[in-house]
């Protein structure tokens, strides 16, 4: 089953959502400071982040517009394969009620699709992605 969702860019105002899904899990929960406010440093990390033209960081809205999941894809500058980038797929989490319902799916296979465009258009050296 694959449940229906809108993929885009994070903003701001994810970065709440997007903590708490990084937090819930065992590993995630002794990482993470979920307080309210959330501290500064993750709102200064988004903004490293947005800022840099190799990462995206992805969000799954649900239909009711709230955030349901999210990916981070990093593409890497490397010497091998005569200077080949890789992309790197990480910190991809589903929300707790919505897990197995193919969103962690979707995320991926979007990455993977917009590593090859870049491959395809060149960008960031991709030879690789």
């Known amino acids: 089953m694959s449940t229906k969702i809108v993929l885009r860019p994070a903003q701001r105002e994810d970065v709440a959502a997007i903590v708490a899904m990084l937090a819930d899990d065992a590993l995630g929960r002794g990482r993470e400071r979920i307080e309210d406010p959330l501290p500064k440093s993750y709102y200064d990390a988004f903004d490293k ?6 990462i995206q960081l992805m969000v799954a809205e649900g239909g009711d517009g709230s955030v349901v999941g999210c990916l981070q894809l990093c593409i890497l500058p490397g010497l091998s394969s005569q200077g080949a980038s890789r992309a ?14 193919g969103i962690g799916e979707q995320l991926v296979r979007w990455a993977i699709g917009e590593a090859q465009a870049r491959h395809r258009r060149g960008d960031a050296n991709s030879s690789s992605c």
Do not use: E, F
């Open 49 to 54: 982040v947005a800022h840099d033209p190799n």
């Open 88 to 101: 790197l797929i990480g910190d991809v989490r589903v929300s707790t009620t919505l897990r197995s319902q």
